[in-house]
């Protein structure tokens, strides 16, 4: 896989951090940094984007937590 650009070397192994190739160097994202971005985008939604609006505080934690597992993992990322 080494002719490959970087993301797609998945083969075998377990999914990748996120990340970010530039021509002198790579920025590498945390599945939990994402999901915490992804909290903050929650919670901008207004009110009638949700079907069930007293769900809307549930919906925005499912957001902010819902790569918790991956926090060991993204400790000790697999570089191949």
């Known amino acids: 896989t080494a002719s ?6 998945r083969i075998n192994r377990l ?3 996120i990340i970010r190739e530039h021509p002198s160097h790579f920025i590498l994202l945390t ?8 909290g903050r ?6 009110a009638r984007d949700f079907p069930l609006p007293e769900r809307r ?8 937590e819902h790569d918790r597992g991956w926090i060991p993992l993204d400790a000790a990322p697999f570089w191949n």
């Open 4 to 9: 490959l650009p970087l993301r797609q070397c």
């Open 15 to 17: 999914p990748d951090m």
């Open 41 to 46: 985008m929650a919670e901008q939604w207004q």
């Open 57 to 64: 505080s549930d919906l925005t934690l499912a957001a902010y």
């Open 31 to 38: 599945q939990h940094d994402h999901a915490h971005l992804s």
